[in-house]
């Protein structure tokens, strides 16, 4: 299935999870927020949260600096 992370489309396996996709992208969760069609998904649901097919990800991470 395709969906759409940070504007670019993606290919993942159909079910995959807000955390699986994650771990196929090799991001790590610390400092990361995440938003599936503009409602952000709690941290704790990641592993629950199934990405549907043409879903819209924005994956934020936290910098420091100023």
Same mark, same amino acid.
């Given at each position: 299935? +395709? !969906? *759409? $992370?940070?504007?670019? /489309?993606? &290919?993942?396996?159909?079910? @995959?999870? $807000? &955390?699986g996709?994650l +771990?196929?992208?090799?991001?790590? %969760?610390?400092?990361?927020?995440?938003a !599936?069609?503009?409602?952000? !998904?709690?941290?704790?649901? /990641? &592993? +629950? =949260? #199934? #990405?549907? %097919?043409?879903?819209?990800? +924005? @994956?934020? =991470? &936290?910098? *420091?600096?100023?």
């Amino acid at each position: 299935m +395709e !969906v *759409q $992370v940070n504007g670019d /489309w993606r &290919a993942f396996p159909d079910g @995959i999870t $807000v &955390a699986g996709l994650l +771990e196929a992208l090799g991001t790590a %969760p610390r400092g990361v927020a995440v938003a !599936v069609d503009g409602v952000v !998904v709690r941290r704790g649901d /990641w &592993a +629950e =949260t #199934v #990405v549907s %097919p043409g879903a819209r990800l +924005e @994956i934020l =991470t &936290a910098v *420091q600096g100023g």
